[in-house]
Nanobody, 124 residues
Framework: QVQVVESGGGLVQAGGSLRLSCAAS????????MGWFRQTPGKEREFVAA???????YYADSVKDRFFISRDNAKNTVYLQMNSLKPEDSGVYYC??????????????????WGQGTQVTVSS
């Protein structure tokens, strides 16, 4: 099965940008749908963005037009470009992958493979 490892988190001021990376191993991601979720203490994991294996992208309303998901299949890596960051974007960001997810990308239940997460903190 595929393994994914996130990187690129950190501390940034409101209005700034960060790019998260999700490096995959053991399997090529070209036939995997890939996604990003985030979680803050005491809350459920929240959908952020996803890209189907065929290239269709999906975004949570809260990040639309600010965050952008992309993939480089040659590098077996998925990215999340985060612009105009807000304090409410803070949290642990998780990369996820699945090769059979049917379409409900916004539910964490359908995703099978998860990374360990990377912390993003946006200061006001």
């Amino acid at each position: 099965q595929v393994q994914v490892v996130e990187s690129g988190g950190g501390l940034v001021q409101a209005g700034g940008s960060l790019r998260l990376s999700c490096a995959a191993s053991r399997r090529t991601i070209s036939r995997y749908s890939m996604g990003w979720f985030r979680q803050t203490p005491g809350k459920e994991r929240e959908f952020v963005a996803a890209e189907s294996w065929s290239g269709t992208t999906y975004y949570a309303d809260s990040v639309k037009d600010r965050f952008f998901i992309s993939r480089d299949n040659a590098k077996n890596t998925v990215y999340l470009q985060m612009n105009s960051l807000k304090p409410e974007d803070s949290g642990v960001y998780y990369c996820t992958a699945d090769d059979t997810i049917g379409g409900d990308y916004q539910s964490s239940i359908g995703w099978e493979y998860w990374g360990q997460g990377t912390q993003v903190t946006v200061s006001s």
